[in-house]
């Protein structure tokens, strides 16, 4: 097997503000595995406040790369496994690593990957479109640029109910919340109602990520479900968040990839929790990973290549909120490498 990577500096459209600040540009990481003549692409974007940039990424595979390039690969899960143990501490990489081995897998079988899984590409929950934090003048601009049936509010300013109130005056669309762990408990209390009232249908990540003992409450309080993110990163947090959060939001970044995210919507399913699958922005070649997924999920969030300026691949495509994948085998996917 050989590896390669390329780095990417991606551009947003418009600048993302979430409550946890503002970027203009997404880093990102992408690798491929070749053998046979045939190439796998993955791809993990760079979180800040996961502090595992690019270049940690890089060092940790420079450091390495005879070991994974040496590996005898039969089939992802085995894979997968080896990975976890190679990189420890960087679950981005193996999240890559995990993704370009599927898209191997798929084209080595000549499959996409939903037909491997025996999934119907056909069914599943349309993608929203985030609205990102912003003045409430751009907010409004960016929903009359963008028709979209469901679209993600990002929350957490002292102005979320003005700001929700003028976008319901808007759209008729189905709205989502997102505080990223911007409310305390009562904010919450206090807004979750109000939000209700003006339709919204879930709430993600409302409080800090380690306040249990604020989610017990507002589990037991809250009008509208209530949806895990920074909570449920890794598979053992799928446990945690059940009686706290009615379901969960999977980052394949976050957790290692596409492998132990099947395995978290399985653990979810057998609590009786809904599933989501949501952006971390990456490009065209993470989202289709996303995009194999969606057949096994209540909610998606994965409009990446619609809030970048700039992508890298090709293969994938909306329709007005409905995932529409390739058909190719693998991610289905093309990736146009060039240098950053």
């Known amino acids: 097997m050989i590896v390669r990577y390329h780095t990417y500096e991606l551009p947003f459209r418009y ?34 406040y996961y502090n595992i940039p690019v270049e940690k990424m890089i060092a940790d595979l420079d450091s390495k790369k005879i070991f994974v390039e040496k590996f005898a690969f039969t089939e992802p899960e085995r894979y997968w496994h080896y990975l976890h143990h190679l990189f420890p501490q960087n679950t981005f990489l193996v999240c890559a690593l995990d993704i370009a081995a599927w898209d191997f897998y798929g084209k080595l079988k000549k499959k996409p990957l939903y037909e491997i899984w025996k999934l119907d590409p056909s069914i599943g929950p349309m993608t929203d479109y985030t609205i990102g934090i912003d003045s409430i003048e751009k907010m409004i601009f960016k929903i009359k640029e963008k028709q979209w049936p469901i679209y993600k509010i990002k929350l957490g300013t002292p102005d979320d109910i003005t700001i929700m109130t003028s976008l319901r005056q808007q759209t008729d669309a189905i709205f989502r919340v997102d505080a990223n762990a911007g409310w305390t408990l009562g904010e919450a209390l206090e807004k ?72 978290m919507i399985d653990n979810a399913r057998n609590l009786g929790m809904k599933v989501m699958v949501g952006s971390m922005n990456e490009s065209t070649i993470g989202s289709a990973a996303i995009g194999h997924l969606v057949p096994l999920l209540d909610h998606v969030d994965m409009d990446g290549p619609l809030l970048l300026s700039d992508d890298i691949a090709t293969g994938l495509q909306f329709d007005h909120g409905k995932v529409i994948l390739s058909g190719r085998p693998g991610l289905g996917i093309e990736y146009s490498e060039r240098t950053a």
Request: glycine share 8%; charged share 25%.
């Open 192 to 263: 979750i109602p109000v939000l209700k009232d003006l339709g919204v249908e879930f709430i993600e990540q409302p409080l800090a990520k380690d306040d249990w003992d604020g989610m017990k409450i507002l589990f037991r309080e809250s009008s509208l479900p209530l949806i895990a993110d920074e909570s449920c990163v890794y598979e053992q947090d799928v446990e945690k968040c059940n009686q706290h959060f009615h379901g969960i939001n999977i980052k394949l970044t976050k957790c290692g990839g596409i492998t132990p995210a099947r395995r």
């Open 15 to 48: 600048p993302f503000t979430i409550s946890k600040g503002t970027k203009t540009h997404q880093p990102t990481f992408i690798v491929s595995l070749e053998h046979l003549g045939i190439r796998g692409c993955g791809e993990a974007p760079a979180i800040s």
